[in-house]
């Protein structure tokens, strides 16, 4: 039987609450002994998305339960019931058989693929490494990401709009000439529009500062060391 309740504005207020902080519809409804659908339905009518349910869901490959320790809450939220061993073997045969298909392809990220490509396209190299290197950083830093390596490519000038010096490109040691990627708006993460390359030695010196503080910096230099 469901209990009938009438709840206050403020209760409401205090169910949505829990809701979101990650309390399930169940353990909210023992609080005020009704069934967890009247939280469901309650939540729904004060316009709160509710989550997918995660409950007794089983790997669709190997009928494993599907525990936080098994799988990722990622592929749940896509509607991926598979557990992390069977998707590791997924993933392995669909490589194999990518690398059946695309024989020309394949072997591009070895070792002897990269040395050839920094010798024959510096700027493709550069712009592999700068792919991966950034979408690490957005996901550490829990940035937005669109980046891809041919967008960088297109983008490479030769010389630091900022500074005017040569961009290095194809690896090697890190030197001022060096090709560094650059976020306009810090805030906008890597997307394509938001970037840049500039040199390390600018992207170094701009480090912290905000357009202000740079302004600030530019001209402090030229009254102290004109000439
Ligand atoms: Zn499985």
Redesign the pocket.
Known sequence: MVKKIEFTKLQIEQITKRYQEGETPSQIANTYGCSRDVIRDRLIENRVSLRKSRVDKK?T??G?KLTSENTTWYRQKNYIY??N??MRQEKAIDANEWRKNNPDRAGKGSEKYRRNLKKKNPKRYTAQQMRGSAKKRANALDLDYDLDSKYLESIMPDVCPSLGLEIKYGGGEKTKNSASLDRIVPEKGYVKGNVMIVSQLANLMKNEANSEEMLNFSKWVMKTYKN
């Open positions: 790997c490959i190997c494993v598979k557990c061993e069977c």
